[in-house]
């Protein structure tokens, strides 16, 4: 099937229960929704534990996130979406500080998102970031800030088929010495047919 045939089969749908089995087998094999951490063990520990109580973490608007080097920090407000085409294909997400455009200098971009290997070269990471466009715009966002690995070139090539113009290079010690790219989408040019300013 066709690239564009393949995402319109694509969902963008809100962590739940209903979910969660495919999510827990992407885990039992190794995928972390974090590109930055692996959290695959801590994550099926948790779900082991306490399923629900996993799920309301996920979604819970409060509470810390925990970086590479183990500082705990406040959790920004987000919004989490599970790629789902009948079964599971990856993460979305999108964080933000309400009213502002800015993010916490330790914050790699208000997006992040992984697709499970056996589920990539579909275009469902590029269509599930051109959805999360409009939810970024629904929570007040005007620019939107994006950051990928230097060399990560399928991560490149989803962000500039949305619009995606390309920033600077920068190190953020918190993360290792990796070097990352730097991009920003105007939402607003976005929404008039994907040109950026
Ligand atoms: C980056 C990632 C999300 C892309 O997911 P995906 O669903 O395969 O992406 P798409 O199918 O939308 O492909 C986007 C483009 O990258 C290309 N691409 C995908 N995988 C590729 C690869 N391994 N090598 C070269 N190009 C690749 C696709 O052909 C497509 O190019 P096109 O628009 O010219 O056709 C996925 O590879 C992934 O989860 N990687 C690990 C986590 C990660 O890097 N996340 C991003 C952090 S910023």
Redesign the pocket.
Known sequence: MA?EGRSALLQLVEPALTYLSGYEAALEQGWSPN?VRDVSGEQLAAIRADAAAFIGSLLSQTGTVTLPDGTEIPKLPSRLRWLWDGEFC?QIGLRWQPGTDDLPSHVLGHI????VPW?????????ALRRMLDVARSVGLNLLE????KG????C??IE?NGGRFVEEFVQPRYGEDVRLRYVIDLVAAADGGRPR
């Open positions: 690239t590109n990856g992040g998102y992984a697709v589920k990539r070269r579909r275009g469902y990471a590029t269509e994006i950051t990928a690995d990560n070139v399928p991560s090539k989803v088929a």
